[in-house]
């Protein structure tokens, strides 16, 4: 258990709705991660942090944003939620090069 | 530009086979590391080996072995004697040093008959 709980585990919500996923970990680990999880893609990074206040932009971050108050949490928001983010949705913590431990995911369908 | 290239899509194997998954990647970086990670069907992610580009040692940890060949620019994984419970998603990943550009295969679908 690498002490990482993913909220929601499941949502459905409607296009154009404001929607937030929380990561809280118990580990102290300086680096988190949002993942999202799409077939015939592996994952893709959204959104990192390496510190408090301290994030910076993945590969797909466009119509997402992050923050991180404290350590042990990590939130990922959809300002305006459109149907091609309906996806699973990781996050991690790890070091500088990589993602270590996972969360179980969040599985978000936008209808 | 870096790539991933998983292009066994599903392998489907007998228990006690062994099975190996091919992993071909391109970078253009003389540093780099290579990953593996592991999805069993409840969803998860679990991170299985990490390894620098300077490092071509193959590595065995039970029933796991990791071929390394930077020849090739290969990063294969074999499984010996296949159970059940190695029935997964297994993914192959690279970065050239900073997770913001670790880039994943598309994933192989492994599945373990009894």
């Known amino acids: 258990d690498a002490g990482i709980t993913q909220s929601p585990r499941h949502k459905v919500t409607e296009t154009g709705t404001p929607v937030t996923l929380r990561c809280h970990q118990t580990?102290?680990?300086?680096?988190m991660y949002w993942y999202r999880q799409d077939p015939g893609h592996g994952l893709r990074l959204i959104h990192y942090?390496?510190?408090?206040?301290?994030?910076d932009k993945g590969e797909v971050s466009d119509g997402y944003s992050v923050s991180r108050s404290k350590t042990e949490d990590f939130l990922l928001t959809l300002e305006s939620a459109t149907s091609s983010q309906t996806s699973v949705y990781f996050c991690?913590?790890?070091?500088?090069?990589?993602?270590?431990?996972f969360g179980d995911g969040t599985r978000l369908s936008i209808l | 530009a870096q790539k991933v290239t998983q292009a066994q899509t599903e392998i489907s194997v007998v228990e006690k086979e062994d099975v190996t998954l091919d992993c071909v990647y391109e970078?253009?970086?003389?540093?780099?590391?290579l990953f593996w990670y592991k999805q069993p069907p409840s969803g998860e992610l679990v991170f299985l080996i990490r390894?620098?580009?300077?490092?071509?040692q193959n590595e065995i940890s039970g029933r796991y072995s990791w071929n390394f060949q930077k020849s090739t620019s290969s990063f294969n994984f074999t499984i010996t004697a296949s159970q059940v419970v190695d029935s997964a998603v297994y993914f192959c990943?690279?970065?050239?040093?900073?997770?913001?550009?670790?880039?994943f295969g598309s994933g192989t679908q492994l599945t373990v008959l009894p």
């Open positions: 991690a913590t790890g070091d500088s090069l990589q993602p270590q431990h």
């Open positions: 942090s390496y510190g408090v206040k301290d994030t």
């Open positions: 970078t253009r970086d003389t540093t780099y590391y």
């Open positions: 990943a690279l970065t050239n040093g900073s997770a913001r550009q670790l880039t």
């Open positions: 580990e102290n680990h300086r680096y």
């Open positions: 390894r620098n580009s300077f490092d071509e």
